[in-house]
């Protein structure tokens, strides 16, 4: 992971003023992983899962880095020793965000917030100089970089926030100080980092929390019942797919057409999809409160493309691929399955699906209920699965129209897509991170 940096003499001196040394030489970036060093850069040397960033340092590293800062001691005049390499990065970016004029916006959720983040980047774009991490950077270690990254003189920048353990949600808060924020939606997921579901849900809603101390606005959707807030507070925006009395109310009838309306303005998705006209009413309510007009937003959204592994479409010898293979839990699989009956047409759909992890004791639940889910639809042609507790999910399939096969090992899996993939099917792909499903694409598409 590394990042340029764009304000250079800030930096440096936010740098200097925390170890208590002058820095002769220029920082053009910072980075923790020392594969991706390059000239000139700061290299901050953390502790690892199992081992430390330090021991990848050789003598070509050395020349080219202008300061390595470390927790771990090592003998050389360009290392520093910290106590914390963590506490150093964080405390670098909290600093450095009091010099940004930008209006940053925070946004959280379990599915939905790097399709969010980057439509919204698109919309304000053009009008705006803006700011934004980059993929997932959203982390306890990547947020701080990606504000290391910005622009002090830009209009806004968009920060991605992610959590898989209590308190996360407000440290980065801490971090980041949002004028603005939006949690797109909340469900259970990674629920190993949690006692209980409710703490989960309390740790999202310390965006809100953060926002209403600071005097910032708060985008409510209120079509989700965990998102629990005192809607008495005057700066909260509300948008909704269900409710008309929401500031942004949209009317996804003709989503199948490729139309959303959005108080009564008729937009052209590039997504005939429920999933998208949600992450775009998310993103539309903070663009068009901040002054984008309804014109450049549709101009911006027929530019639009899905990130990679977040229900990308690809069209492959007479075969549709949809590589929805980022992250998986139940409520966004149901989803994602659901959406298929949209374009079923005449291919037969074939799900490929992998473990959902992190759930922690709601783990076998959760894959029995996403077969019962399953056999209740009747456009589901063949489930093909793989992983450990996937099996649960075979097991409660007991629709007689769609045929399924558990896989021990992936290989077994690709010899049977192998044979499929020459009858024009339609091929979904979901699955836990950890699953790696995307390897599947590649190796049966030649991706």
Not at 1 to 19: A, F, T, V, Y
Not at 25 to 36: L, T
Not at 184 to 189: D, H, K, M, P
Not at 230 to 246: L, R, V
Request: charge should be neutral; charged fraction near 25%.
């Amino acid at each position: 992971m590394r990042i340029d940096i764009k304000e250079k003499r800030i930096l440096k001196s936010i740098i200097c003023k925390r170890l208590g040394i002058d820095i002769v030489r220029n920082i053009n970036g910072i980075s923790i992983d020392s594969r991706n060093i390059k000239k000139g850069d700061l290299f901050i040397a953390l502790q690892g899962h199992k081992s430390h960033g330090i021991d990848f340092i050789d003598n070509q590293h050395l020349n080219d880095l202008s300061l390595i800062v470390s927790d771990k001691k090592i003998i050389d005049p360009k290392i520093v020793l910290v106590p914390d390499s963590k506490d150093f990065l964080v405390h670098i970016a909290t600093e450095f965000r009091k010099s940004l004029k930008s209006k940053v916006i925070g946004i959280t959720g379990t599915n939905g917030k790097t399709s969010t983040k980057e439509l919204l980047v698109k919309f304000l774009k053009t009008k705006f100089d803006v700011n934004y991490s980059h993929g997932n950077y959203n982390s306890t270690i990547s947020l701080p970089l990606s504000l290391l990254g910005c622009d002090a003189k830009s209009s806004y920048c968009v920060l991605e926030m992610g959590a898989s353990r209590k308190q996360e949600i407000s440290f980065l808060c801490a971090v980041a100080k949002p004028d603005f924020g939006l949690i797109t939606n909340i469900s259970e997921s990674h629920l190993e980092g949690y006692k209980n579901f409710e703490e989960l849900i309390n740790t999202k809603l310390a965006l809100y929390d953060s926002l209403v101390d600071n005097g910032g606005a708060y985008f409510l959707n209120k079509d989700d019942s965990n998102i629990t807030i005192k809607e008495d507070y005057q700066k909260i925006i509300t948008y909704s797919n269900y409710d008309k009395s929401s500031d942004y109310f949209a009317d996804t009838s003709q989503i199948i057409e490729g139309f959303v309306y959005i108080n009564d303005y008729l937009f052209n998705v590039p997504y005939k999809s429920d999933i998208f006209a949600s992450n775009f009413l998310a993103s539309y309510s903070i663009a068009s409160s901040l002054g984008v007009s309804n014109k450049k937003i549709q101009d911006a959204l027929l530019g639009f493309e899905y990130p990679k592994g977040r229900g990308e479409i690809l069209e492959i010898d007479g075969n549709t691929i949809i590589d929805d293979t980022y992250n998986a839990n139940l409520n966004s699989m149901k989803a994602g399955i659901k959406e298929l009956e949209l374009i079923k047409g005449e291919k037969p759909i074939v799900l490929i699906l992998g473990d959902m992890l992190d759930l922690g004791d709601s783990s076998k639940a959760h894959h029995l209920e996403l077969g019962k889910f399953i056999s209740e639809l009747n456009f589901i042609d063949k489930v093909y699965c793989t992983g450990l507790m996937t099996s649960y999910t075979v097991d409660s399939i007991t629709n007689k129209n769609i045929k399924f096969k558990h896989f021990i090992d992936t290989s077994s899996l690709i010899e049977s897509l192998n044979e499929d993939k020459n009858n024009n099917m339609i091929f979904y792909f979901k699955g836990s991170r950890g699953m790696e499903m995307e390897k599947i694409i590649n190796k049966v598409f030649n991706r």
